[in-house]
């Protein structure tokens, strides 16, 4: 099937559109492998995240929902062209006794984030028991996607929340960010780290090859950041803005405080976002950073480095933490499988 085909029959083309629709080309391997797709592939430069809640009411709906998006997401991500990813994770409700009898298949590390000081969560906003990233080199695909998959599930999954990104379109693991300072430099090193420090290798075997993802939604007060002097501002980060150098002799400095030396050697991998929503109703801009990560242990790795963050970071004064979510990535399947079949079976 084309995505003009996938889109049609999800709703999003209208029916005069269906008819034209073109047939019989199987989708290419792109959702299909070891690994899914959006983690250690190439990063695009534009970001649908979403959260879903599951209303199906067994497990065999929970089944023909999971088999629904695998199709969709393997035909989207199969067109000639297409440069699109598609990565699924399940969260910790999906778990909870008495829903789909998965309690005893709950990752020992697949709990809810602990409460970081500061933080204005809204539960709305953020957590869900399905969580979908789509990343594209063009904002429209990015959109269409979630959006075939919002109406290939409707009957099933509820869309919870919907966040849009977009960074540098070149693939680099520190992307300028809203503050004018690149984000993320002392990232993971997926050749080197990702045995110990991504991939899981412990607990149910459904989830060995995967990996966790957190995701948060923070607000950076710009209005607030334009009006500080350069010297404070890079004083803060503990970096140069123009060229990116490290600045010693500044223990209390953010990258200092977030390094992997201040936190045990715990790395993660980044794959943030910039977002902008306009204005708030004070006339202040509405814009900041979709934060997410990957990682072997949300526990270990996320909430430890946060946590310290939370008590000391100086950049707190300029952001504001405002959803959340942790989710269990499970591995890549090969063609005739489906996202979860591991975990259902």
């Not at 409700?93 to 602990?114: C, K, N, Q, V």
């Not at 526990?299 to 959803?323: E, M, T, V, Y």
Request: hydrophobic residues 40%; proline residues 6%.
């Amino acid at each position: 099937m084309s995505r003009r085909s996938v889109l049609a029959g999800t709703g999003i083309l209208g029916g005069a559109l269906l008819g034209a629709a073109g047939c019989g080309d199987e989708p290419s391997p792109a959702f299909y492998g070891g690994r899914q797709a959006g983690i250690t592939t190439a990063v695009l430069p534009y970001l649908q995240i979403a959260g879903f809640d599951v209303v199906a009411r067994d497990r065999g709906g929970l089944a023909d929902l999971l088999r629904t998006w695998t199709r969709v997401a393997a035909e989207l991500t199969g067109q000639p062209g297409a440069e699109l990813t598609v990565t699924f994770g399940f969260g910790p409700g999906l778990f909870t006794e008495g829903r789909f009898g998965l309690a005893d298949r709950r990752p020992p590390a697949l709990s809810e984030l602990p409460a970081f000081p500061g933080e204005q969560l809204d539960p709305a906003a953020g957590g869900g028991d399905v969580c979908v990233q789509v990343c594209a080199r063009h904002p429209t695909a990015a959109h269409d996607a979630v959006r075939a998959l919002v109406n290939a599930g409707r009957s099933s999954a509820h869309l919870r929340w919907r966040q849009v990104g977009f960074r540098d379109a070149v693939d680099r693991a520190d992307p300028v960010g809203l503050f004018g300072f690149r984000d993320g430099t002392a990232n993971l090193d997926v050749a080197k780290e990702q045995a110990e420090q991504l991939w899981v290798s412990d607990g149910p075997a459904w989830l060995h090859g995967g990996t966790y993802l957190v995701v948060r939604r923070i607000r950076l007060l710009l209005d607030t950041w334009d009006r500080t002097d350069l010297a404070t501002q890079e004083a803060i980060i503990g970096r140069r803005r123009d060229s990116n150098d490290r600045l010693d002799g500044l223990p209390g400095a953010h990258a200092q405080l977030a390094s992997p030396g201040a936190n045990g050697g715990v790395k993660l991998l980044r794959r943030s976002y910039s977002y902008d929503a306009g204005a708030d109703p004070n006339g202040l801009m509405d814009a900041g950073l979709i934060f997410i990560c990957f990682q072997r242990d949300p526990r270990r790795q996320f909430a430890a480095i946060q946590q310290r963050l939370a008590a000391n970071d100086p950049l707190n004064g300029f952001s504001q933490h405002l959803s959340s979510g942790v989710f269990a990535c499970p591995p890549g399947i090969e063609r005739g499988s489906w996202i979860g079949e591991g975990l259902l079976s």
